[in-house]
Every structure is written in structure tokens, then in C-alpha cells.
């Protein structure tokens, strides 16, 4: 199931990755300069924003496992269609449908790793299937993009024909009943002692209409659907905003009033601004970071290939690593520990890719740039597992959708922008690559600054998700 909803995320992350390592090609064939480049990518971005809202509504009304699956046969096909195009516009237009698999991806898979895996182990969850971003951009540097080199046609039709068997294996998930119960629990060795360990033989209870009954006996305060987190907030005596409760438990929303509510949570406000400024930075990367270290480093393409490749595996180091780590703050009592590894790694972000953009010399930089990407993607579990505390289980998929379609719109501007300050602002060329990436990094910086304030709202957010679930019998 986690190799299965990692490479969901993986087929967009390849997708733009291997528009970068192929850039060299696309543009000799259509004779287009770096703006145009980050057009291409942008185009699917803001079709992915634009359908992430509707399809956040359905994750949490339809069968998810359907949707996705019928949103990643899309993928492919149109995939395959971008590689027929015989203009640039052509090739703009063909590329339009592939946001559909981007906008499907976030609010779906947020929802269904909030229904199999409980509260506790979402950051180490999240952390194996986030990799799967970083797989996929590996694929599109290394593999369809060394396949690139000689055809962007070749490359394009590898990723669609990878979409087909993927959506046949969605379409075979189980789908879990709504609300948070987590019937996939933690393996008995975890330190889980209040989970009962029927249900963790199989996840057949996701199918069944009663299991979820089956847990409620010697449960006292902790209803099914609370998570580790909120239940600290409980013992703590965190003061929920009763206001906000009243509005989820009372209220049956639509889009408008699931989009008020979601945006009154300041953690949430906080974590998502701070998400797009970091993947604003990262879609840059993934769209001109062969180009970058062609440049500045003055390497061929196969070897910057390869050098993305090195700079993936800390990337994914930092993945690994950051989901268990708030995982194991959070069974020691920091309630704030998973939103803490976040905003120090984005501190840390800024700081090691300074260097790496000043030298010009691939040995000198090449430790700070994987120490860089580790720090970058450390921050994506953590922060995904914080979300789903501090929203109502009801919301998830709404949630994400928003989320996801102001995420995307960031990624969208990103390549955008990244080209033409390149082109237009610092007179293109490496030289001009090198100052536009000097000059992202005050997003980047941004997205450390709102992490620390979210370290100040979060144990408050948390409580009153939890009140939600009548855990509070003062909050009634």
C-alpha cells in the first residue's frame, strides 16, 4: 500500500524533472529559451491548482481509490499525447490534462493515510511515501532524462506507459472506512500500548461494517479517531477555540464554508504558506537544476544527471529520517516536535545552499548541496502529519485540496519566474541561473519564518480539532 501511494506521487515529480533534464532537447527542437521551459511545466501546475479544490470535495464524499485511479489513466494517456506534439503550442496544449493526476494525488492520498495508519506513526508513514516524490524525480533526471538526451519523445512515452499498471493497482487498494480509526495499526513492537491488536492482521477491516465497533470497549477518553496528538492536547488542558468547534460539529459544509473554516485554523494558514514558498524553491530545481550544474560547474549532461541523482539520495535521506524523528518527540510528550524539526530544517535549508551557489567548483559544493536537499525535504513529513491533527478527520480531503491548490499555484509561478529572471532580469545563461537562484532563496527563508509561528498556534489548533471528537467534556 505505501509502495502503491508513493508512486502516485512520483509521476508528477518525474514529469517535471524529466522536462528539466531534457530542456537542452525541447528547446533545439522548438527553438524556445529557459522562460519558455518553465512555461511548460507551469501550465500543468495551474491546471493541477485549479482542479485540486473539486477534487478535494471528493476524497472525502467518493470512493477515493477509484478516483485516483481514473485521474492517473488520465495522466498517462495525455502523456502520451505530449509526445506526438509537432509545435511548441502544440505541446502546451497536450500537457494541460497532466495536472489532473497532481491535483487528484494530494487531498486522496492525504485522506486515505489518515483513515489506514493511526495518529502516532503518520509522520514515519508519510516519510516512506513522500520518498516516492524523490523516486520519481530520480527517474526523470537519471533514467528518462539520460533517454532524453538523445529523444524528449522516447522519455515522454516511458512515463505513460508507467501510469497504466499504477492505476490498476490503486483501483485493487481496499477502501477504508472514513473517520481516523486507522485499521492498518503499528506492528506489535511499537510502543502503541493503548491500540488493540486484533485488527492488525490484515487490512480487511477497512471493507467491513464492523470493526470499527470493536475498539470502543476500555476506551476512555480517547475516542477512535484522535490522534496521539490531540489526546497530549487533552492532558495538557491546551484551551480549544470553541467557535471553531461549534462550526465542524454542527455544520455540514460545502466547499465555500469547508474553505472559511480551514483558513481560520492559523497553523494551517501558517503551514501552508510556508509549504508553497518551500515548493516554489523546489519546483525551480527540479525544472533548472541539470541546467544550474552544467553551468556553474561546467559538467556534462550525463554527469549532471548523475549529480541530481547524488543530490536525490540526501534528499531522501532527509525524508527518511524527519517522520520518525516527530514521531518519537511526539511519544515523548513535545507536542510541538514534529512542527520543530520542520522550521529548524528550513533554517538550515537557506544556510548550506549559500555557499553551494557562491563556489564554482563541484567538489567544494557538493557536500553542502546534499546536506541543502536533506534539510529541504526533511521538513515534508513532519509537516504533512501535523496537518492531520489539527483538522477535523471530515475535512481532510477538503483541507488538502486547498492546500494542494495554493501549493501548486506556487509551483506553477516557480518555473515561470525561475526563467524569466534568468532570461529577462540577469541576461540568462549559467550567470543568470546562478543570481536567480540567489534571489529565491528569500522565499525560502520565508518558509522558515512561518514554521516557527506555527510553533506557537499548533498545541491550540490541535485541541480544538480534538474537542471536535468530544474528547473535552467542557467543551460541549
Known sequence: MIVV???????????????????????????????????????????????????????????????LSFAIVVWGAAMLWSATARSFDGLLLTRLPLGIATAAAGPVVASLIGDFFTGG????????????????AGVGFAFTGDVAVLSWRAAFVILGLMAFPLALAVLKLPEPRRGGAGVLHPEPKSPQPQQSPEPAQSPEPAQSSEPAQSSEPAQSLRAPQATDAQQLAVERGMAPDLELV????????GMISATRYVLAIRTNVFLIVSGACGYFFLA??????????????????????????????????????????????????????RVMIAAVAASATVILFIPALITTSIVTALPYVIFAALALSAQNPPIDAARLDIMPATLWGRAEGIRTFLRTTAQALAPLLFGLFSDHLFGGGSSGLRWTFVIMLIPLAASAVFLFRAMGTYPGDVATAGAVLDLRPESQ
Open 5 to 67: 501511494l508513493a508512486s502516485v506521487l512520483a509521476l508528477s515529480s518525474a514529469d517535471t524533472a524529466t522536462v528539466g533534464a531534457a530542456a537542452t532537447s525541447i528547446r533545439k527542437t522548438f527553438t524556445i529559451g529557459n522562460a519558455d521551459i518553465g512555461l511548460l511545466v507551469a501550465v500543468t501546475a495551474v491546471v493541477g491548482a485549479i482542479a485540486s479544490l473539486p477534487f478535494g470535495m471528493l476524497a472525502d464524499r467518493v470512493s477515493r481509490t477509484r478516483t
Open 121 to 136: 506513526e503518520r509522520g514515519r508513514i508519510y516519510s516512506f511515501i513522500l520518498t516516492g516524490e524523490l523516486a520519481g
Open 246 to 253: 461549534s462550526r465542524a460539529r454542527h455544520k455540514r459544509m
Open 284 to 337: 525551480g530545481v527540479q525544472t533548472f537544476g541539470v541546467e544550474f550544474v552544467r553551468g556553474q560547474y561546467h559538467v556534462g549532461a550525463a554527469l549532471a544527471n548523475l549529480l541530481m541523482l547524488v543530490i536525490g539520495g540526501g534528499a531522501a535521506l532527509g525524508v527518511i529520517t524527519a517522520g520518525p524523528i516527530g514521531d518519537a518527540l511526539l511519544r515523548r510528550g513535545f507536542l510541538r516536535g
